[in-house]
């Protein structure tokens, strides 16, 4: 294959991919991100007014992170999936008034305020096609996130989207969502996409489950965070019909975004990675409108917002997020600009003034400086440093999971089980 790689003629048809996307973006979007251009210039884009590098804050305070990594094939026995998770938790003090910014809390002290050890490990399993697969994957659910029951797991995000006051599931009978009122007992019925549960997005749904997871316990221990920050987005796929969330990480997310309303925790999460249509546009208007390196953020309004939603982005599915406020935003020239998500009804309460777009963008303002200020470490300059950190603790390499692998080989030989069950799928093939 090295062979055709290196030929003129996949040169060529890397050249023609290339083409045939800039020709579809001259066609069929170009069009869209024309009539949103002056809006976002003279509107959305906003450049950060930075701390110095010298601050002492006024009052000191904690940020915490989390973030997952894991396996989908740690083994599998017979149709019966193994997926290895692990979780990380980072709780860091400003402490500018010592001269030691974003000093750590020490993962012992962390362990024991949350009652989970950090960094966590967990094994999980399903039952692959098999018709009781929403059962088991239930039933890990449970496992991992930690609820009183079901009814209390499900009320906030109905409690979000119908903003009025629901004390029970039976306030929900004179709504759309009556019907379905016996959907939300039990783990197993909130899976209404159960057929689409392929090993990797059941994989990610466990990964996903494992941080939130971790968030509740955060929130709901002794730690008292300023900001909260989480890996991904605050995207939720809800079922087209019954318009509620067709996984129960749907709920979980809405259940964290209330948990930490009430703890007075600002909730975001970052991503590195996402699909925001003209990215790349947007960041080089930043770049000729204040400058090379300057700091920059660009809120991404929805259709409820004053002035609608953009064109660029009207026929995504989730963007915006339900329930959720996206901004672009750039701390360093060097990077791509990432993508950070708000708890939309914390958003109303907190950043948004209706009628008062100046007030609006100065609490805005306030907010990205300090992102921007946890977001000066060399070894990761532009992207906020208790993420970083909660990343490097939860990655599993290579180098960890072949290890982990030959303790399963152990492990399985002293079961009576044959060791290559320890083995990736096909490595018996040589392939």
């Not at 976002?40 to 701390?51: F, Q, R, W």
């Not at 749904?205 to 941080?211: H, N």
């Not at 999460?269 to 249509?277: E, G, L, R, Y």
């Not at 701390?331 to 993508?339: A, E, H, L, Q, V």
Request: aromatic share 10%; hydrophobic share 40%; proline share 5%.
């Amino acid at each position: 294959m090295l062979e055709k790689i290196l030929t003129l003629e996949f040169r060529k048809l890397v050249t023609s991919v290339i083409d045939d996307i800039k020709n579809y973006h001259n066609r069929v979007t170009e069009k869209e991100f024309e009539k949103d251009k002056r809006r976002i210039l003279n509107e959305l884009l906003t450049e950060i007014d930075v701390y110095p590098p010298d601050i002492v804050l006024n009052e000191d305070y904690l940020v915490a992170a989390i973030d997952g990594s894991g396996s989908e094939n740690f083994f599998l026995l017979d149709d019966i999936r193994v997926h290895l998770i692990s979780t990380a938790t980072v709780v860091l003090n400003t402490n500018t008034k010592f001269g030691d910014p974003f000093r750590p809390m020490s993962n012992d002290e962390v362990s024991r305020v949350m009652g989970k050890d950090q960094p966590n490990l967990d094994l999980l399993w399903h039952l692959g096609v098999r018709e009781d697969a929403a059962e088991k994957l239930a039933e890990m659910f449970e496992l991992l996130y930690p609820i009183e029951d079901i009814p209390s797991l499900v009320l906030p995000f109905f409690q979000d989207v119908i903003q009025k006051t629901i004390d029970k599931l039976e306030d929900l009978r004179d709504t759309e969502f009556g019907q379905y009122i016996d959907e939300f007992h039990k783990m197993v019925t909130l899976i209404s996409r159960g057929n689409l549960l392929t090993t990797s997005a059941a994989h990610d749904e466990l990964r996903k489950t494992a941080e939130y997871a971790a968030a509740k316990r955060l929130l709901i221990s002794d730690i008292k965070p300023r900001f909260l920050l989480l890996d991904g987005a605050m995207s939720v796929f809800i079922h087209f019909a019954r318009q509620y969330p067709s996984l129960p990480s749907g709920f979980m997310l809405r259940d964290i975004c209330k948990t930490a309303r009430e703890k007075g925790t600002i909730l975001c999460a970052v991503s590195k990675n996402h699909t925001i249509p003209f990215a790349h546009r947007i960041a080089k208007m930043a770049e000729e409108k204040f400058g090379k390196n300057k700091k920059w953020f660009c809120l991404l309004p929805s259709n409820d917002d004053p002035g609608g939603g953009l064109h660029i982005y009207s026929n995504r599915t989730y963007i915006p997020p339900r329930l959720a406020v996206p901004y672009l935003f750039s701390f360093s020239g060097d990077n791509r600009p990432s993508r950070i998500d708000f708890d939309r009804i914390w958003w109303l309460e907190n950043i948004f003034v209706e009628g008062d777009p100046e007030s609006t963008r100065e609490n805005e303002i306030a907010l990205f400086r300090e992102l921007e200020f946890m977001s000066r470490d060399a070894r990761w300059y532009g992207y906020p440093v208790p993420l970083a950190l909660a990343h490097t603790e939860c990655k599993i390499s290579y180098e960890d999971l072949s290890i982990a692998k030959d303790i399963l080989s152990d492990v399985l030989h002293e079961s009576d089980l044959d060791p290559r069950f320890a083995k990736s799928l096909r490595s018996d093939f040589n392939m």
